[in-house]
């Protein structure tokens, strides 16, 4: 009895000359990657077990989650790697280079036949050019360096077969939102796809990698598309070589056979939260949008861009849209500009970042806000995944149509005039008086002008806002989360939030609160609890800042401590009005700055609102 295609594949990496589905088999690998997201901890196991590098040929480094490495920890994991790679002579394709399966096609790391493992869950993607492509966690990922190998359980192979004549207006996006709409999550689960049919032989390789790229979201093992002359000779140019024809036998044992008319496909839309809830887009049309992502690793190729570019020329995105752009590979953001794409797309007001993987992992392009609501070209809208908001999920025509328009559209119903964006204003006024309520309550109780409290001896001077509250929280704006970060990254204080108390009173040097102008550096502390800040001198613009807060702050000469004694856990008593500190533990007290008329009023307020 013959093989299927990735029976074939597993077969000839193992010891075997056949395989069946249900065997245990160990494979060697033939591209064995980490991405900065997992890398890592890939290093961390390597290093902990004292593991080897089977073979730094095949052993790749992908960043391509954070490729703006923007955020402090991403940018913490990409160094990490980079020494490890510089160590071993590990092949790193940097921030700059894109998505990593996309590279590795690219480059020709694979090719029909090869096997590929990576810390990404779509590395099935490589099902595009009939190349086995698995994502695996970080342990699996640091034997197989070691080692070059890993066992693998042989999954059941279905055979897909697309009858009729594809429709014009059915683009690839649409061909597997339509399968996700038939198949659901379940159907294909643990199974392997291959897919044939004569609209399937006319593909091009971007159209089959969008397609290849969400097996994942039908929970399918892998999706095979036997390759076409196009798909070969793109891996024979760049291989140098012949590269042996992959197939399944004629006597292939398939566990269900499935037919499905393409010419029955309509335009689809995934609806928020779920990939597989895919609906006709006239069910989600006239939606109104704030935001639009055209990129990630199902529609970020060359092709994707030149529809994009076709539908926005001469065009603007509507007011109150946002439109992001992601090229899937640098390769693809040089094409682009080289066509003159990039200039379409700026002139029609987008936001085009460079290449990577964007909108998937947090902290990238293709973020939303609470209540935001954007469509994508993306493969997931798993609530929370792309933000706080609403995400429906489209090929790059629809979404740079409805990008346009301002709400949900196709390319043939684009208005004359966009969408305006609306304003709530049921919502916005009870808002306003909500905070008016909250204010209210807040004004009934008076602000103490005499505090008491346990100090904080912190006599350092030139304490930053770094130092205060680091920018890698930057992105917090609830105030009651901000204290848990006070003085994390000031030597010597790390802990410092963790052990403070409410009504606590922080003593300091010169020049607190230099540098950047962040509120959060004064919020940190009142989140705390914290009553008063002395320091003989404060930076100007935290200055500002903590007298606008209402935070206590005053300034004292460099003899108070001395005069009162003052050490570390002493309980003082500070009085703002009268300019005052005393130490209770001797009753000594020492006259400071008071609090001016203005700084009065507003602490009086409860703070410049």
């Known amino acids: 009895m013959g093989m299927t295609i990735i029976e074939k594949i597993l077969a000839n990496h193992s010891k075997h000359d056949t395989v069946r589905p249900g065997e245990i088999v160990e494979i060697s690998i033939d591209a064995r990657v980490a991405r900065d997201f997992g890398g890592p901890n890939v290093v961390k196991h390597i290093e902990e077990h004292g593991l080897p590098i089977d073979d730094v040929s095949k052993t790749f480094f992908t960043f391509d989650t954070n490729p703006t490495g923007s955020d402090i920890k991403y940018a913490t994991n990409q160094q990490i790697c980079r020494k490890f790679a510089h160590r071993h002579g590990i092949k790193i394709y940097d921030i700059n280079n894109g998505i990593g399966t996309h590279t590795l096609i690219e480059e020709a790391l694979v090719w029909p036949g090869a096997t590929a493992v990576s810390t990404d869950s779509h590395a099935n993607i490589l099902g595009a050019v009939a190349a086995f492509g698995q994502g695996m966690g970080d342990k699996d990922i640091a034997a197989i360096w070691a080692y070059g190998k890993t066992w693998f359980k042989v999954p059941p192979t279905v055979k897909l077969v697309l009858t009729g004549k594809r429709p014009e207006n059915i683009t690839a996006k649409d061909i597997v939102l339509n399968l996700l709409h038939n198949f659901g999550t379940t159907t294909m689960l643990g199974k392997a796809i291959e897919v044939y049919g004569d609209e399937v032989d006319k593909l091009t390789l971007d159209e089959r990698i969008t397609i290849a790229s969400m097996a994942t979201e039908m929970s399918a093992i892998v999706m095979l598309f036997p390759p076409n002359d196009d798909v070969y000779n793109h891996f024979e140019t760049r291989l140098g070589r012949k590269v042996e024809r992959i197939f399944a036998d004629d006597d292939a044992k398939y566990e269900k056979v499935y037919e499905l008319d393409i010419s029955k496909f309509v335009p689809m839309v995934s609806l928020p939260g779920k990939p597989h809830a895919a609906v006709n887009i006239v069910e989600a049309k006239k939606k109104k949008i704030d935001s639009a992502f055209i990129g990630s690793c199902t529609n970020g190729r060359i092709e994707d861009l030149r529809t994009v570019a076709k539908v926005l020329e001469g065009k603007k995105v509507a007011p109150g849209v946002v439109l992001k752009i992601v090229p899937s590979t640098d390769r693809v953001w040089q094409q682009a500009l080289e066509e003159g794409l990039i200039k379409i797309f700026k002139e029609a007001g ?218 570390d856990g002493d309980t003082i008593r500070v009085d703002f009005v009268k300019g005052e500190v005393t130490n209770l533990k001797n009753n000594k007290t020492y006259k400071i700055n008071p609090f001016s008329e203005v700084q009065l009023d507003i602490y009086k307020n409860g703070g410049l609102f």
């Open 350 to 567: 987008a936001l085009v970042s460079n290449a990577g993987c964007a909108g998937c992992a947090a902290g990238q392009v293709g973020m939303n806000g609470p209540g935001e609501v954007s469509i994508s070209t993306g493969n997931r809208n798993f609530p929370g995944k792309q933000g706080k908001g609403e995400v429906y999920l489209a090929s790059p025509a629809v979404v740079a149509a409805s990008a346009v328009a301002g709400y949900i559209t196709t390319t043939d119903d684009i208005p004359d005039e966009p969408a305006l964006p609306t304003v709530d204003d049921d919502e916005a006024k009870l808002a306003r008086e909500e905070i008016h309520r909250s204010r209210n309550e807040k004004l009934e109780k008076e602000n103490p002008t005499v505090v008491e409290g346990r100090v904080w001896l912190v006599l350092r001077d030139n304490i930053d806002t770094d130092m205060i509250f680091h920018n890698r929280y930057l992105t917090i704006t609830d105030i009651n989360e901000m204290g848990k970060y006070a003085f994390d990254n000031l030597e010597g204080y790390e802990d410092f939030a963790k052990k403070a108390q409410p009504g606590d009173i922080i003593i300091t040097g010169q020049n607190f609160g230099s540098g950047s102008s962040r509120q959060q550096a004064v919020d940190c502390f009142k989140a705390l609890g914290i009553s008063a800040i002395l320091a003989q001198s404060f930076g100007a613009i935290y200055e500002r800042n903590a007298i606008n807060a209402a935070m206590p702050i005053l300034t004292y000469d460099a003899k108070m401590l001395e005069e009162l004694d003052i050490k």
